[in-house]
């Protein structure tokens, strides 16, 4: 019988064997290119809320920042070379005098007001090219709740080669193809899956429906169950009755995912 486990570790063992770093999580969880979620904390973008996340790809110096937009669940992403964001950096401080917390952030706020600087001058708005829906799994998804999708923190958004560019240009990744069904972030908080630590965003939209990301922070590996509102309540319905507000909805989510790694697996060995 296939371990599957041992390819798909979410923080289970034996006791066996010492705890593996960060870098043999991301080995073992399939992310190959040893992405690493180094921060997340709120953001503001042209004066919106947002959530910046960033990533550090030590092995090939490559810096991924990702802002969030609370409002529109849109997603911006920018990659460049640690040796781009160093330069940022130090302008920072030589010509405004920052250091610290304050030149980083001025450092990324440079960066991405370049990217959509340049975005600007090509016409690449939203609805270009280099946009990107949800969209994988498809069909109904009454008929895929318990489906589990995974997607690296590299899958087919905001790469280019950035071996031969010090910087990839904007990248958006739109939680929606219309307006019509136009998804909401509710709510980002950290979330704990199998001894693993997360960040789940929740989003809803017009049709009735929840989406929920969990972003594991050892691997960057993000996984996300999209479910109808009738579905979700079902499954709080199933807690214990102890539990109640917050309480009852955590362990429900939990059990969503429980559950569709549970299908992953099973599907995974046949």
Do not use: H
């Not at 550090?56 to 920042?65: A, W």
């Not at 975005?119 to 994988?136: H, P, T």
């Amino acid at each position: 019988e296939a371990d599957i486990d041992s390819d798909r570790d979410f923080g289970e063992d034996d006791g066996s064997a010492k705890a593996p770093t960060q870098d043999e999580k991301a080995v073992r969880m399939g992310v190959q290119d040893k992405w690493l979620v180094q921060s997340q904390t709120p953001w503001r973008l042209n004066d919106e809320s947002c959530t910046l996340t960033i990533f550090q790809n030590s092995t090939d110096g490559l810096i991924k920042f990702e802002v969030l937009n609370l409002g529109t669940a849109e997603t911006l992403c920018v990659t460049c070379t640690e040796e781009y964001y160093d330069e940022l950096c130090e302008a920072q401080q030589k010509e405004n005098g920052l250091r610290g917390p304050a030149q980083i952030d001025a450092a990324t706020n440079a960066l991405f007001k370049l990217a959509l600087e340049e975005r600007a001058k090509q016409k690449e708005g939203v609805d270009g090219e280099d946009d990107e829906g949800f969209g994988e799994g498809g069909g109904d998804p009454a008929e895929s709740m318990k489906k589990l999708f995974r997607r690296s923190s590299t899958d087919e958004f905001g790469e280019e080669d950035a071996a031969d560019v010090p910087c990839t240009r904007l990248k958006t990744r739109r939680a929606s193809s219309s307006d019509s069904d136009r998804w909401y972030v509710q709510t980002q908080e950290p979330f704990v899956l199998k001894g693993e630590r997360y960040t789940l965003t929740v989003m809803t939209n017009a049709q009735s429906l929840i989406r929920f990301e969990a972003l594991q922070l050892a691997s960057a590996e993000t996984l996300y169950i999209t479910c109808t509102n009738e579905q979700f309540d079902a499954f709080c319905a199933e807690q214990d009755a102890a539990l109640s507000g917050p309480a009852r909805v955590t362990a429900a989510t939990q059990q969503l995912f429980r559950e569709a790694l549970e299908t992953l697996e099973e599907d995974a060995a046949g």
